[in-house]
C-alpha cells in the first residue's frame, strides 16, 4: 500500500497556474504509475493525466492536454501536476493516484479509475473567471 497526501491546491483567477504536488511514502514508489483525476460538484470523476513507473508515456485527457504537465520524481517519491491557462472548468478536488505497474501502459489502462489501489485525500482547486 502507498500513502498519498496531495497539496497546492487553492483559488486562482482564469489564465492563471496552479503546481499540484503529491508525496508518497510506503511501498517503493518507483515501481508505481500514478494518475491525477478530478472530480466537481455533482459530476463524477473524471482522468486528468497519468505517468509510468519510469516518467515515460504519460497520457492527459482531452480537456487538458497541452495545459496540464504531469511529471515524477522518483527520488523524492513525488507526483507533480503542472496546471496552466486555467479555465473556470477545472474547478474540482483533485487526487492522486497509484497503481501497480502493467507491461500493456496504454491511454485506456492509464485513465482507468479501477486500476489504481491507493488514493490520497484529494486538494481544492477553485479557478475563478
Known amino acids: 500500500q502507498v500513502q498519498l497526501v496531495e497539496s497546492g491546491g487553492g483559488l486562482v483567477q482564469a489564465g492563471g497556474s496552479l503546481r499540484l504536488s503529491c508525496a508518497a511514502s510506503g511501498r517503493t514508489f518507483s515501481s508505481y504509475a500514478m494518475g491525477w483525476f478530478r472530480q466537481a460538484p455533482g459530476k463524477e470523476r473524471e482522468f486528468v493525466a497519468a505517468i509510468r513507473w519510469s516518467g515515460g508515456n504519460t497520457y492527459y485527457a482531452d480537456s487538458v492536454k497541452g495545459r496540464f504537465t504531469i511529471s515524477r520524481d522518483n527520488a523524492k517519491n513525488t507526483v507533480y501536476l503542472q496546471m496552466n491557462s486555467l479555465k473556470p472548468e477545472d474547478t474540482a478536488v483533485y487526487y492522486c493516484?497509484?497503481?501497480?505497474?502493467?507491461?500493456?501502459?496504454?491511454?485506456?489502462?492509464?485513465?482507468?479509475?479501477?486500476?489504481?489501489?491507493?488514493w490520497g485525500q484529494g486538494t481544492q482547486v477553485t479557478v475563478s473567471s
Open positions: 493516484a497509484a497503481r501497480t505497474t502493467v507491461y500493456y501502459w496504454v491511454y485506456d489502462v492509464a485513465r482507468a479509475a479501477t486500476g489504481y489501489a491507493d
